[in-house]
């Protein structure tokens, strides 16, 4: 049974920086695409970041470039998920999701991911 489960959610200043990560179990979590999404209070799920099986190829949303480091540690089986310059519209619940079906790059379409984890919530305050 595949299991996902996120950590490292908080309260945080903005500014400041947390990583989260995603611990699986359950899957060779090698052969999988992870992804990362978020859903704010009100508002829809959306696409936050996703790296391939290898690692290699890398996606983030707009919103988030150049602040936010998604990565993966294939040996660990975990994901993980740096952000930095944190802004109070980054305040979401944030969950990571597998893939089993992609076998290059990734995908930002929650549709397409086959395993979620419960979430952890990230609070930025102002």
């Known amino acids: 049974q595949v299991h996902l489960v996120e950590s490292g959610g908080g309260l945080v200043q903005a500014g400041g920086s947390l990583r989260l990560s995603c611990a699986a179990s359950?899957?060779?979590?090698?052969?999988?695409?992870m992804g990362w999404f978020r859903q704010a209070p009100g508002k829809q799920r959306e696409f936050v970041a996703a790296i391939s099986r290898s690692g290699f190829s890398i996606d983030y949303a707009d919103s988030v470039k150049g602040r936010f480091t998604v990565s993966r540690d294939n040996a660990k089986n975990t994901l993980y998920l740096q952000m930095n310059s944190l802004k109070a519209e980054d305040t979401a619940v944030y969950y990571c999701?597998?893939?089993?079906?992609?076998?290059?790059?990734?995908?930002?379409?929650?549709?397409?991911?086959?395993?979620w984890g419960q979430g952890t919530r990230l609070t930025v305050s102002s």
């Open positions: 359950g899957l060779t979590f090698s052969r999988y695409a």
């Open positions: 999701a597998a893939d089993e079906h992609r076998t290059y790059g990734s995908s930002r379409l929650g549709a397409d991911y086959d395993y």
